[in-house]
């Protein structure tokens, strides 16, 4: 029946194309809720340029997403869903739809982005083996991850969770093999070591650092025999490390550091010997170190500020992979292994601050890596062996305050990567090299206290980042070189008590960034050179004790001096006027022939020998005399005729609301600058017309003086009382019941004296202090800053218009501020002065936009008389100081501990270095910068183009300004830890903020990243 095939035919592929389009659409159906699912999960994100490549397969068309990159596929089911170091950002990810659709996921692996929100309905996820969501930005409590009975990885670090961790859960997952949940610092504390996690056998990995981990560490710790990482630093743990701990002899690292873990090392800690890296620094440890002795495998030992003792083991000697060896600020004694550090790439040693002894092992730089020797106020003795000056990877060398002799070795001087070259305060000889002229990156010299000879060599100008140069108490002789003068970035110059002779060279003046410069106590001569003037910048002058002749020259006075002392010279003729005020009154002693024409106390008045008049007859005198007479009668007229006019004018603005306080009255004036002004103007500018901002400790007035000059007077309110009374616009005198006691006056003055005395480029110089008769009224006069506050640059309606500061300019003032406020903490004498209230605020500018410190100490001015106007219930303070900061700027302790300390103003300037470099205000939008920046930062992950988002691209616009901002951001973060004991002294933020200049000429260009971890004295 040949008609019937094409029948047939037709039937067979009708039925084909059927069954083909039945398993087309069976096949469709199965895909869409998983590729649904993921195309949700990726419109929940913004992706960011640079990760569109790795977005580009995920097309909402495609017939299975098992070909988008990041996803793994088990036949056609999504076992793994892996977006890593993508800098993604999303308010939220559905992770309910994820684990909903997903039903066969494995693995969910989104590290290192910028994911914020919570992570409610992750738990329903129940086929998961890995969870990995660190360095993001979840916030929120971590929900009951105990459905998750397969999980083998769980990763939550470095995110902003907060309420309890569900230790619980942990039960449920007994084959989990890594658990890090550290860095989020915002969990509640625990009242004891979760007793859940030792009961994990089968971990390899726990990581909880700064987790809130409080109490001892649990002797149960020894059942986790396959851990080979365990990391519980920045946790409030208590008590000794336990005996247990040697059970865990697979341990490879150990971090234990920055808690408060007490007594010795455990016996049996040796049993660890395959630790590599050890750090349990700063804690109260005991003890001596025999423990480590044979920890052949030791990279990096880092017991740092603690309290332990006895010898370093000579077993040291021969460990050959150990790089990096921290034991500073201990009670270390004994000598070092002669071969520490000969075997392996060692980097890095600080022992500094113990009672070692011994030479400096010969061979730390025998592989040619050493980067940093430190080795500071100890008792070390003999000669610095001649291997490192051949060490050119050296950055510094610090062996201040030991027992070392001999001479330098000559390449020593010549380094060409070293930054500091610190030697002060030892029994050194012979001479400084030439070859110093070849030391291309030193910024420091520090020789001070030695036995060193002969002349300052002339090439020391050719070491052209130097910034500090101090040589005194030498025995150097010959003269300044001119050639110093071509370093003009130098900040500091000190050659005091040498035997230096010759004149002070013309060319100084050319180091225009001079602040402080010591000349004293040397054999100088001739006379003071007018080319000093060029020392615009300068602080502090001491040329006193030498031989110099001649006039004190005018270009002094027109200098921002806070510190001058010309005393014990053969100086002659009159002061300049500028200079001849009480300020300075002990600036010009031993000079015999000095005298002054306007009859200052301490100086004799000039008579026409001293060539401060002409000689004339005594008849002419006569005639003059009687002349200024009839002049002077004819003033006091006017006078007297000006001031009763003037108290008709105080009268009818007193009752007009214009004046705050009356001038009648006593008024104690204590001059500590130059004065060209009595305490009348003063008074008389404190007007509501003058006000320019007012704050916590007080209103602020810009007053214009007769003689044209603009201070800035600060109206301290010394008590409520007092407040309450000068509140009113017809406030007079403040009355006699909100007076201060005679205690309080007393405590005030010594407190504004303190203050009076600080003298530093970069603080805001105290001209005087008026104080009313009763005490109940103060005002503080101040140089006054043409270029307004920080936070008026940053954040003002000025900034917004004209677009702010630059970066090099934010660099300049992070730096300068910096230094004003290490000079509080570490400059002032035996102890410190506590800012109390450093804000942005605080920060003004000069005419060029260098930085001053305000305000610094107000803070306790206020609390030393607060009891005489506290209010009934009202706290002013406990111990360690008053209340003091701002909201946004105060350190998080001082909710808990009310106690000001200087980690309390590095944490505060640890938040203006969070705006200068990411131009956000402290408190914005309801959130503070520390919180905005820190959930961010550690999304964003630890490489410079993670951090790059938080930078204000504003300010920071090449590439070398943004890797600059980057690293000051670093800077912040370590300034703005939460745990106190973390945050870097401010001495240690001026040399990071230092070392982190990008492209400058004081720095360098392309200096690697900063070691954040560990600060070098």
Known sequence: MPPARPFHLHLHLAVAALLLSAVLHAASAATPPELDALMAFKSSLAIPPAADAFFASWDAAAATPCNFTGVTCRGSAVTALSVPEMNVTAESVPFDVLCGSLKSLATLSLPSNALAGTIAGVDACVGLQELSLPFNSFSGEIPDLSPLTGLRTLNLSSNAFSGSFPWSALTAMPGLQALSAGDNPFLTPTKSF???????????????????????????????????????????????????????????????????????????????????????????????????????????????????????????????????????????????????????????????????????????????????????????????????????????????????????????????????????????????????????????????????????????????????????????????????????????????????????????????????????????????????????????????????????????????????????????????????????????????????????????????????????????????????????????????????????????????????????????????????????????????????????????????????????????????????ASAGPTAAMLPRSASASARQCREFDAEVGTLSSIRHVNVVKLLCSVTSEDGAASLLVYEHLPNGSLYESLHGPTARKLGGLGWPERYEVAVGAARGLEYLHHGCGDRPILHRDVKSSNILLDEAFKPRLADFGLAKILHANAGAGKLQGEPWSSSGGAVAGTVGYMAPEYAYARKVTEKSDVYSFGVVLLELATGRAAVADGEDVVEWASRRLDGAGNGREKAMALVDASAAREEWEKEEAVRVLRVAVLCTSRTPAVRPSMRSVVQMLEDAAVGRECSGNGKPALEVKVVAP
Not at 451 to 469: E, M
Not at 565 to 579: E, I, T
Not at 619 to 627: G, S
Not at 712 to 722: D, L
Request: glycine content about 12%; charged content about 15%; overall charge neutral.
């Open 194 to 724: 979760p007793p859940e996690i030792t009961r994990l056998t089968n971990l390899t990995r726990l990581y909880l650092s700064a987790a809130n981990i409080a109490g001892p560490i649990p002797a149960a710790i020894g059942r986790l025999t396959r851990l080979v990482d365990l990391e519980l630093a920045d946790n409030p743990l208590t008590g000794e490390i336990p005996p247990a701990i040697s059970q865990l002899v697979n341990l490879q690292s150990l971090e234990l550091y920055n808690c408060s873990l007490t007594g010795a090392l455990p016996r049996g800690f040796g049993r660890l010997t395959r630790l590599q890296f050890f750090d349990a620094s700063q804690n109260q440890l005991t003890g001596g170190l025999s423990e480590l002795r044979s920890l052949t495998r030791l990279v990096s030992l880092q017991l740092f500020y603690n309290g332990l003792s006895g010898e370093v083991p000579p077993e040291f000697g021969d460990f050959r992979e150990l790089v990096n060896l921290s034991l500073y600020s201990n009670n270390l004694t004994g000598d070092l292994p002669p071969k520490l550090g000969s075997w392996s790439e060692f980097n890095f040693i600080d022992v500094s601050t113990n009672s070692l002894t011994g030479p400096i092992p010969p061979d730390m730089c025998k592989r040619g890596t050493m980067l940093k020797l430190l080795m500071l106020e100890n008792r070390f003795s003999g000669e610095i062996p001649a291997t490192y000056a051949t060490c050119a990877t050296l950055q510094r060398f610090r062996v201040s305050k030991n027992l070392l002799t001999g001479d330098v070795p000559e390449g020593l001087w010549a380094l060409p990567n070293a930054e500091i070259i610190d030697l002060e305060g030892n029994h050194f000889t012979g001479g400084i090299s030439e070859g110093i002229g070849k030391a291309a990156s030193l910024t420091s010299l520090h020789l001070a206290g030695n036995k060193f000879s002969g002349a300052i060599p002339s090439s020391i100008g050719d070491a052209g980042k130097l910034q500090s140069i101090d040589v005194s108490s030498n025995e150097l002789s010959g003269e300044i070189p001119p050639s110093i003068g071509k370093l003009v970035g130098l900040d500091s110059l000190d050659i005091a008590g040498n035997g230096i002779s010759g004149a002070i060279p013309a060319s100084l003046g050319s180091c225009s960034a001079l602040s402080t410069m010591n000349l004293a106590e040397n054999k100088l001569a001739g006379a003071i050179p007018t080319e000093l003037r060029g020392l615009t910048r300068l602080n502090s002058l001491n040329i006193s004790s030498n031989e110099l002749s001649g006039a004190v020259p005018a270009i002094l006075a027109e200098l921002k001096l806070s510190y001058l002392n010309l005393s014990n010279n053969r100086l002659d003729g009159p002061v300049p006027a500028g200079l001849a005020i009480s300020a300075y009154g002990e600036s010009f002693q031993g000079n015999p022939g000095l005298c002054a024409n306007n009859g200052a106390g301490f100086l004799r008045r000039c008579t026409p020998g001293d060539g401060g008049r002409s000689g004339s007859t005594a008849r002419t005198l006569v005639t003059c005399l009687l002349a200024g007479m009839a002049v002077l009668l004819a003033v006091l007229g006017v006078a007297i005729f000006i001031k009763k006019r003037r108290q008709h004018a105080e009268a009818a603005a007193m009752a007009g609301g214009k004046l705050l306080f009356a001038k009648k009255g006593s008024w104690n004036v204590k001059s500590f600058r130059m004065m060209a002004f009595d305490e009348r103007e003063i008074v008389g500018g404190v007007r509501d017309e003058n006000l320019i901002g007012s704050g916590g400790s007080g209103n602020v007035y810009r007053v214009k003086l007769g003689c044209g000059t603009v201070v800035a007077v600060k109206h301290i309110t010394r008590t409520r009382a007092a407040a309450a």
